[in-house]
């Protein structure tokens, strides 16, 4: 540890006074992780990795680089969760293949339809029975956490966008250029799908308290969020291209 982090530290009440006090904060993420991956990912496993990523940002946070401790460690903690993820290598390549063929036909029967696409429309357009959509967009919405939260990987890493004492003007520019180009796109979601984003990722809700919300089953609320997610996805690699 330098010396900086090492003062930061001691201000801050000590490391392990540290570690213990945020033990929470990885609980919570990692729940809120697991929420949207597929159930055989374990919990504990994300806490685990969590707590070396809060070990790691005890060990490395300095003040002046224009977040707090609790908002460094949320990013830490969270990239750990996924450094760990990609090392399992959950989301075979055939999960990608078949959200971005859903994703093609969502756009497919919108374009011919001017309406928003049912579940029977999709799955017709697919060529698969109702049920088999589903389980499509359920499985990869897991595998979207690893792109959404942690952007491509030539885009580098959330860590990478915390403010320095030598900002990249150029970076910046193009962070604020996808910041506007992400709202945009959920702007051209539906509106219950734009809810959904807005329940799950601001106001934090799980899919069983957006189901209530909502008045759909959980089930329901997990499809719409699927559905989201892989519209949404699609929007931003054309705003990419």
Known sequence: ??????????????????????????????????????????????????????LEAAQNFTSGRGASFETYAGIRIRGAMLDELRKLDWAP??????????????????????????????????????EEYHGIVRDSLGAQVLRLDDGDDEDGSTLDRIPSDSPDPLAETFDDARREAVSRCIGRLPERERLVLSLYYEQELNLKEIGAVLQVTESRACQLHGRAMLRLRKLLSEWRE
Do not use: C, F, W
């Open 1 to 54: 540890m330098n010396a900086q982090a090492y003062e930061t530290t001691a201000a801050l009440g000590g490391g392990e006074a540290l570690i213990e006090r945020h033990a929470d904060l990885v609980k919570r993420i990692a729940y809120h992780v697991a929420g949207r991956l597929p159930s055989h990912v374990e919990v504990a496993d994300l806490i685990q990795s969590g707590m070396i990523g809060l």
């Open 93 to 130: 390549r055939s999960v990608h293949r078949k959200a971005r063929a859903v994703a093609a036909a969502l756009q497919t029967v919108e374009s011919r339809t001017g309406r928003e696409a049912t579940d029977s429309d999709v799955a017709s357009e697919l060529g698969v029975p109702v």
